[in-house]
Every structure is written in C-alpha cells, then in structure tokens.
C-alpha cells in the first residue's frame, strides 16, 4: 500500500466515525426523550392554558383583599336509645345439632422423659369441636385429648 492509499483510508475512516457518532447521538436523544416520555412527569396541563383562571394558584390580587367567609354549623347529635342483644350459645346450639364423630388423640410412647416410669391416663377432655363439610353433608369432629401422669 502506498501512503496515497493509506491516507484515503484514513479519511474513508474518519467520515465513517463521523457518521457513526452521529447517530450515536441521535440514538441516545430518541432513547432519553422516550424514557422522558414513559417515566417523566405526566400532566394534563397544556400551554393553551396559560390564559385561564387557575384554581389553585394564588395571584397578588386575591391576597390584597381577602375574603372573609364564615360558616355556622349546628352539631347535632343522636344518642341509641336500645341495646342490640349478642346472640349467645348460637355456636354451641348448632353443634350439637349435628351429628358428632369422636377423634381421640393418644400418645404412642407411654413412658415418662424425665423418670422413665409408665404413664398412666387420668382423663380425657375434648381440645376443640371442627366443623367438616363434605358436599350433601355436614359432621361435627369432636377432638379428644388425653392426660397422662407418671
């Protein structure tokens, strides 16, 4: 290559990295001004509108002579001359209505941890009464638990 054609290339060089950050430029201005334009400051405000009144400024001429508005407003008050009565043992009326099915929940190891004697039962007592609804029927599950003592 001779130096004619080594600088010829370098100019065809130059004018294509001209190019180039031109549109780089132009690229990064189209990518700022849409996320401008998705992410900015939304407002129905125009310029048109600079003629109009608005509502939430204030000019100098409404603080010169400022309104006096006065509002009288009577209180009034309502007093509850009944008593609503809670409806008590609903719960309880309605499951023992239904049928019951007895789930007793014992131990399996019946030894005591701390002494290593039997533990012998000493009573059962129902820990909670669940509600189970099984489509077309209705049951009452009564949890039984047992106390053990050593």
Do not use: W
Not at 8 to 20: G, R
Not at 111 to 122: F, S, V, Y
């Amino acid at each position: 290559m001779t130096d004619k054609e080594i600088s010829a290339l370098i100019e065809t060089l130059k004018a294509n990295n001209e190019e180039l950050l031109k549109q780089v430029a132009l690229l990064t201005e189209q990518v700022a001004y849409l996320t401008n334009k998705l992410y900015g400051k939304s407002s129905k405000r125009s310029l048109s509108t600079q003629d109009q009144l608005s509502l939430f400024e204030e000019d100098n001429a409404s603080q010169e002579t400022p309104l006096k508005m006065t509002r009288t407003c009577h209180r009034i008050t309502e007093t509850i001359t009944y008593k609503r009565r809670k409806q008590v043992g609903k719960k309880q009326d309605i499951l023992d209505s239904l049928p019951g099915e007895e789930l007793h929940h014992r131990l399996d190891n019946l030894t005591c941890p701390d002494c290593q004697h039997e533990l012998k039962e000493i009573g059962s007592f129902c820990a909670r009464k669940k509600l189970l609804y099984i489509p077309a029927q209705v049951k009452r599950i009564d949890h039984i638990q047992h106390s053990y003592k050593c």
